[in-house]
């Protein structure tokens, strides 16, 4: 199983909706969790980072972890299509102070 | 403040050559992550510095590999002899301590071994 999984998309949403990542995680002692946006060709760069369970929202961005489940989100409201681009997730793994990152997810909006 | 700084931001070379890439973290971070990008493996960790000393290099694919960071503010990852699956953007990040925020990645490196 790997330490981090997302689903690799592409997900297609029309400009004006909601766009919902997912990515779960294996180790339940994970205590910080990130997404990081990649434009093609560009480096990942980071858009929120959360530690709690529950919603952290910033913007049109609503982060979402569920600890119990493993699970954690990121929601984009009223999508546009700059935020065309691959959504990674990343955990730090318990007793380490490194980011794995999962496969990332390609999100295309779509005018 | 200029970022994280990558060099070169591509190189092409021939299997077998020596190939070091450079990266200057932003001032004042004290933990430097090397990472690799390919399609088929996505981002994985190579190795990490907390000022300056290695911490964690378990993602070195091989001994071909070897990273330095002779101060805080220049680090250089090395592949030698280079071959063709070695091919992936390279990826400098730098944070004030560990990654307990996230970091700040540089523009990357584009390496391809012909």
């Known amino acids: 199983q790997k330490e981090v999984e997302q689903n690799s998309g592409p997900l297609s949403v029309p400009e004006g909706a909601i766009a919902s990542l997912n990515c779960t995680y294996s180790?339940?002692?994970?205590?910080?969790f990130f997404w990081y946006r990649q434009y093609s060709g560009k480096s990942p760069e980071l858009i929120m980072f959360?530690?709690?369970?529950g919603d952290k929202e910033d913007g049109r961005f609503t982060a979402q972890l569920n600890k119990a489940s493993q699970y954690v989100s990121l929601l984009i409201r009223d999508s546009q299509p700059s935020d065309s681009a691959t959504y990674l997730c990343a955990v730090i793994i318990q007793g380490a102070q490194k980011l794995v990152f999962g496969q990332g997810t390609r999100l295309t909006i779509n005018p | 403040d200029a970022g994280v700084i990558q060099s070169p931001r591509h190189e092409v070379t021939e299997m077998g050559q020596e190939v070091t890439l450079r990266c200057k973290p932003i001032?004042?971070?004290?933990?430097l992550f090397w990472y690799r990008q390919t399609m088929m493996r996505g981002l994985e960790l190579l190795i990490y510095f907390n000022n300056n000393v290695p911490i964690d290099d378990s993602g070195m694919p091989e001994d071909r590999f070897s990273a330095k960071m002779p101060n805080a503010s220049f680090s250089t990852l090395k592949i030698q002899p280079s071959e063709p699956r070695d091919s992936a953007v390279y990826f400098c990040?730098?944070?004030?301590?560990?990654?307990?925020?996230?970091?700040?990645f540089g523009s990357g490196t584009r390496l391809t071994v012909v």
């Open positions: 001032s004042g971070h004290n933990s």
């Open positions: 990040a730098s944070s004030l301590q560990g990654a307990g925020y996230g970091y700040t």
């Open positions: 959360i530690y709690s369970n």
């Open positions: 180790d339940r002692g994970s205590q910080s």
